[in-house]
Nanobody, 124 residues
Framework: QVQLVESGGGLVQTGGSLRLSCASS????????MGWFRQAPGKEREFVAG????????YYADSEKGRFAISRDNAKNTVYLQMNNLKPEDTAVYYC?????????????????WGQGTQVTVSS
C-alpha cells in the first residue's frame, strides 16, 4: 500500500510563496511519475504540475507556468511544489498523486494513488 502525505500548506498573502512537500511511504516511488492537482470549492479537481520518474521532464498547467516549480528527491521519496507570486485564485486544496507510469501524464485517471490534501489559502 502506498501512502502519500502532503505538508506545507497554509495562509499567505497575495504575492507570497509556499513550498508544498509530499512524502511517499514504501519503496515504489522512484519508478513513477508524480503530479500535483488542486481543487477549489465548487470546482473540479485540476492538474497543476507533473514530473517524470527521473525528474528530467516537467509539465505545468498554463496558469502556473513561470510561477510554480515541481521537483523530486528520489532518495527521500518526496516530491515538492514551489509556489511563488501566489494569487487569490490559487486558493484550493492541493493534492499530490503517484502516476501509473514513469512518463509524464496529466489526466487524473492516469494517477493511481492520492494524498489527503493540504489547504492553501491566498488572501487579497
Amino acid at each position: 500500500q502506498v501512502q502519500l502525505v502532503e505538508s506545507g500548506g497554509g495562509l499567505v498573502q497575495t504575492g507570497g510563496s509556499l513550498r508544498l512537500s509530499c512524502a511517499s511511504s514504501g519503496r515504489t516511488f522512484s519508478p513513477y511519475a508524480m503530479g500535483w492537482f488542486r481543487q477549489a470549492p465548487g470546482k473540479e479537481r485540476e492538474f497543476v504540475a507533473g514530473i517524470s520518474s527521473t525528474g528530467v521532464g516537467t509539465y505545468y498547467a498554463d496558469s502556473e507556468k513561470g510561477r510554480f516549480a515541481i521537483s523530486r528527491d528520489n532518495a527521500k521519496n518526496t516530491v515538492y511544489l514551489q509556489m511563488n507570486n501566489l494569487k487569490p485564485e490559487d486558493t484550493a486544496v492541493y493534492y499530490c498523486a503517484r502516476a501509473r507510469f514513469s512518463s509524464l501524464v496529466r489526466r487524473a485517471s492516469d494517477f493511481e494513488y492520492w494524498g489527503q490534501g493540504t489547504q492553501v489559502t491566498v488572501s487579497s
